[in-house]
Each structure stands twice: as C-alpha cells, then as structure tokens.
C-alpha cells in the first residue's frame, strides 16, 4: 500500500504532517511525499523545507492520495492538477486536509460531491459545484476531506479505523497520545470570539 | 525574537511541527530548524525529511528552544547535550514535546523540576531526577514540557498565550482550525483499552 502526500510550495506545514503520523503506520504502507521535482519544497510561512523523495513522473499509482493546503493553493498550476487526475483514476482514497480540497475541485474531482474545507475557503469551494458541509472530516465515496490544518489528524485517525480497524487507529491515537486539551476553545468560527473571526474574513480575498 | 526547533535523526515529525505551527506566528518571531549539521534529517519512520537550514554553531542564542522527541532520543549525543546547555543558558522559554524532554533532562536541565514526557517514558525520566507529571502541558519556571507528540500543540498555544496573549493564541488556534474531534477516546492510557497499552508497554526496554 503506498501513501502520496504532494507537497508545492507554500504547503501548511501541519496539514501534510498531522495525516501523514496517522497514516503511515498503517500495515504494510509506504509513504512517500512526492513534487513536481523531487527535492526541497518550502511551506508558506518561509521558515519550513520538507522534502519531496520522490517526483510526479515517479508515482503514478498511490493507493492513497494525500493533498495538503495552504493559504493560497496553486488551482492553476496545470501539471499538477493532471497529476492529481492521473493518480485519483486508480487511488482507492483520495483525500485533502485544508485548502487541499480547492486542489481536489480545480482539478474537477469533486464535482457535485460533499466536501469541507478551512473554513474561510467553504465559499470558494462551493465555486466549483462541491456542497460544503459543516462536518471536520467529510466522507463522500472514496473522497475524504477534513477541515482546516489540524484536521489533518482526525481525518486521518479516522480513515485508518476505516482501513485497518478500530483497535489499530486507536493504537496510533495512543502512541500520538492524542488527547487533546486546548488551552483555549477558538477552534472554529463558531466558537472564537467574533472579532477575531470578523478579522480573518476581512483579511480574505472574496475571490480566493 | 528567535525560535529554535533542534532536529537529530529519528525525530518524531509531528513533535516538530505542531509546536512549529503554533508558535511561528508569534509577533516578530523567526523560526529556524537546526542540527548538528545543516542539511537534511530524517524522522523515526525513515519516510520522512525535515531541512535544518542551520548548525549548532550559526544558532547560540535562541530566545525559545523548542525539543521534539522520537522512539530512541539519542541521550549519549554530546554535541547535542552540550549545545542544549549553552542555548540554555539565554533562552527566555527552553521546551519539549513528548521524549523530548528526555534530552533536556539527559542534558541535566531538568534536574530537580517538574515535567512530562510521552506516557512510556515516564518513569525514564525519573531517573535523571525529575518528577513526572500527569499533566498535558508542564510549566516549572521557564521549562515547558508536553505530553506525547500531539500535545506539542496544546503547549505551543499555551505558551504563545502567555508570550503574546490569549487573543494572538485563540487567533492561531482558529486559523489552524484546532477544534479536535478524534473519532475515538482513546488519546491516553487512562482511556485507551487496556490490551493496547499493555501491548505498548512490553514493547519498551525497561531501561528507555
């Protein structure tokens, strides 16, 4: 079984690396972070370099598909959105944390389908013909999508339970001793307060 | 402001990167991996590489030091121990995640102090004089440490809370959307079904 998690440059750091601990210990998997060329990749605060073993050329049939987000993804960047397309034809789960769900629509993969995003890009995502729902981890066939950056973990302790079992994504949670307490309960813009919410709108460009 | 994240072989990536994603937007804040050498690390799972962009001798005075962890901390790792004493020695915040703390202790830091570790190594780091606690994110003076690599990112909101106030921290903590919802409850040995953490615990060396 092998994991695809593709980076680009400007990737959230967390996104790509809070499934990739959930996942990767699943039986039997090989993980593989894959770029349009393979070697260093920079996230979108600057200050972060993962690197990408291996290049697009070279993974062409993952059976799971990982797309990380980030504060502006590129929906145009043509290869790799084909890419995508290639890899999605034979995946078995084709997932996105964040903003990786705008990645997953540009490239036409979830049209008509339910899907979540970061919360400030669920207009965007509706843009191109995805329903947006309001759940953190939204399954809809083979597509798993979870919400913003720290999402990542639960969609992908979630799909491990799917693939492996109960006892085995409980047995990653424990060893990842996710038990989370938040010093603060602002997770969502249902629950920050307001201005801050207010702000991040403000700072987001109704195109985007 | 200056933030350090030591990188060593068999690091544990999320233990990195969570704290990495809560503390980087602090204001004024400089992120910089490091290791003994710049260049490539890889992490315990041998799928994954982080860049140090610097060595040990380009970073002398951190203003936070922040210690990720992994399954086999190296604690005879001299270059290592000593570069953490001296950073140390100026940091405003030294801190861990999970065995991390392990290091700091190894490096003789956290001796007579309060701490936490991941759940397996807690009675390892009693033997350097320290005295566990069942608390997810430990402050004794200047020392931060947190619980097993998921709470790297309840200790880093915590402590950008106390560094820049709660509004900054509940403001990363909306826009890492970090509203957990694991699917299931079993984040800690309390919690976990008994088989697993049994099965875990015979899989430590007693002398970890």
């Not at 389908?113 to 947006?132: C, F, K, N, Q």
Request: with cysteine; proline share 7%; aromatic share 6%.
């Amino acid at each position: 079984m092998q994991i695809a998690i593709v980076l680009f440059d400007g990737f959230t750091a967390l996104d790509a690396v809070g499934p990739f601990q959930a996942l990767s210990p699943l039986p039997g998997a090989e993980t593989v972070f894959v770029a349009e060329q393979a070697g260093p990749v920079g996230d979108d605060t600057g200050s972060l370099t993962l690197v990408a073993r291996k290049s697009f050329a070279e993974v062409t049939r993952p059976d799971i598909l990982v797309v990380p987000g980030g504060p502006d993804v590129p929906v145009h960047d043509e290869a790799l959105l084909d890419w995508l397309r290639t890899v999605d034809a034979a995946t078995t789960w084709t997932t996105s944390v964040c903003t990786g769900s705008l990645l997953l629509a540009a490239a036409g993969l979830l049209k008509g389908r339910e899907a979540t995003s970061h919360w400030l890009a669920l207009d965007a995502i509706r843009e191109y013909g995805v329903t947006p729902t309001g759940q953190r981890v939204v399954f809809d066939g083979k597509y798993v999508t979870g919400a913003g950056v720290s999402a990542g973990i639960d969609m992908g302790l979630t799909l491990a339970g799917k693939i492996a079992g109960d006892e085995h994504a409980q047995g990653v949670q424990l060893m990842i001793e996710y038990d989370p307490q938040p010093p603060y309960d602002a997770g969502s813009p249902a629950k920050a307060p307001s201005v801050l919410v207010e702000k991040f709108r403000a700072e987001v460009p109704a195109s985007s």
